[in-house]
Antibody, heavy 121, light 112 residues
């Protein structure tokens, strides 16, 4: 079974750093892009960026470029999303998802269970 | 403000057919395929429709998708109480900054 399992909820203070993880299993982790998606409380989905674990090629949404860093460690089939200095506005649920594609069609499946990040003083 | 436009809410009674629209532009829906995701309360999104009208295995054939020009729609026939969820459309956008994934704002479906 293809599965993405994310790290647990985090409560942090503004200014702190954070790295959350997404571990893939049941497939060849290095041959599929992994995406990160933000969902702020009561709001919709926002794409943040993608990483190809095979060579760590990364692309970011313009809205998140410079705000977060996406990385991967293919030796342990894990992708990461990190912040160097959290803000209260980073409070959200964060999902990772595998990017599937056929020719020119791309979609996210499956999704991780989500990691809740709360930033509060 | 989301790049793709969906109605914020929709409703129907059990057994009814409901449709949810998704409007975009030539740089996203007009030139790329559309996917739909279902998010049940308190859970992660789940792929419902991919490549405009394809259902993943396990998704009932009550769910169907279509696309025309710069708009897409999701239809749910034989509405059931367990269909109450948020539904999101998504597509790639060929923006000047490079490919971008854009989502609709989501439609909250209520089964009356």
């Amino acid at each position: 079974e293809v599965q993405l399992v994310q790290s647990g909820a985090e409560v942090k203070k503004p200014g702190e750093s954070l790295k959350i993880s997404c571990k893939g299993s049941g497939y060849s982790f290095t041959t599929y892009w992994i995406g990160w998606v933000r969902q702020m409380p009561g709001k919709g989905l926002e794409w943040m960026g993608l990483i190809y674990p095979g060579d760590s090629d990364t692309t970011y949404s313009p809205s998140f470029q410079g705000q977060v860093t996406i990385s991967a460690d293919k030796s342990i089939s894990t992708a990461y999303l990190q912040w160097s200095s959290l803000k209260a506005s980073d409070t959200a649920m964060y999902y990772c998802a595998r990017l599937e594609n056929i020719v020119t069609s791309n979609w996210f499946d499956p999704w991780g269970q989500g990691t809740l990040v709360i930033v509060s003083s | 403000q989301s790049v793709l436009t969906q109605p914020p809410s929709a409703s129907g009674t059990p057994g009814q057919r409901v449709t949810i629209s998704c409007s975009g532009s030539s740089s996203n829906i007009g030139s790329n395929t559309v996917n739909w995701y279902q998010q049940l309360p308190g859970t992660a999104p789940k792929l419902l429709i991919y490549s405009n009208n394809q259902r993943p295995s396990g998704v009932p054939d009550r769910f169907s998708g279509s696309k025309s020009g710069t708009s897409a729609s999701l239809a749910i026939s034989g509405l059931q109480s367990e269909d109450e969820a948020d539904y999101y459309c998504a597509a790639w956008d060929d923006s000047l900054n490079g490919p971008d994934v854009v989502f609709g704002g989501g439609t909250k479906l209520t089964v009356l």
